[in-house]
């Protein structure tokens, strides 16, 4: 039962430090001032046109920093579930746990490609996610061979 909420814990903990590296390196856009426009209940023409041009440079500038969060995440997860590769035999609760904060980037990355509003970004890196997902799960859950026992009777089918 530790070992499972170890596990979980080194996997929250990765996906967070990842976020928070990203969000902190490379922060998101503030939200636009509006140059003391109050808002007023029947605001002039210009107002209006003022906020709506404030808001769509905003959100263009929102769109593109989701789409490169998003590919940065991908980037992160794609490392992270090779390094879990990696360690999968020397230590497996700590692979685990780095699957997992791999695991979570995707997720974060997907969500963040959904931000983007941006579908060929979103396409592609769905895509990566999927053959990432595909690849690790046939690598680390594959069947394992059994060997056959030589005192076993061997019956051939015909």
């Known amino acids: 039962m530790l070992r499972l909420i170890f596990t979980l814990f080194v996997g929250a903990i990765v ?7 990203i969000h902190t390196f490379d ?17 002039s023409d210009a ?13 263009a500038q929102s769109e593109r920093y989701s789409r ?6 991908m980037g992160a997860a794609v490392l992270l579930l090779g390094g ?6 020397r230590n ?12 979570f980037m995707l997720v974060y990355g997907v969500g963040r490609g959904f ?14 996610a999927l053959g990432i997902v595909l690849l690790l799960g046939f690598r680390r859950f594959r069947p394992h061979p059994v ?6 009777p061997h019956v051939e089918v015909s």
Do not use: C, H, W
Not at 117 to 126: E, G, Y
Not at 147 to 152: H, Y
């Open 147 to 152: 060997s056959e026992d030589p005192a076993a």
């Open 68 to 73: 490169e969060v998003s590919l940065m995440s």
């Open 84 to 89: 879990s590769l990696l360690l999968e035999r």
């Open 115 to 128: 931000a983007s509003r941006d579908t060929t970004a979103l396409f592609v890196s769905l895509g990566v």
């Open 47 to 59: 107002e209006v046109a003022a906020i709506s041009a404030a808001q769509k440079i905003y959100q």
């Open 15 to 21: 996906a967070l430090f990842i976020g928070f590296g």
């Open 92 to 103: 497996p609760v700590m692979a685990n746990g780095i699957l997992l904060g791999g695991l």
């Open 27 to 43: 922060p998101p856009p503030t939200a636009p001032d509006l140059g003391g426009i109050e808002l007023k209940q029947n605001p």
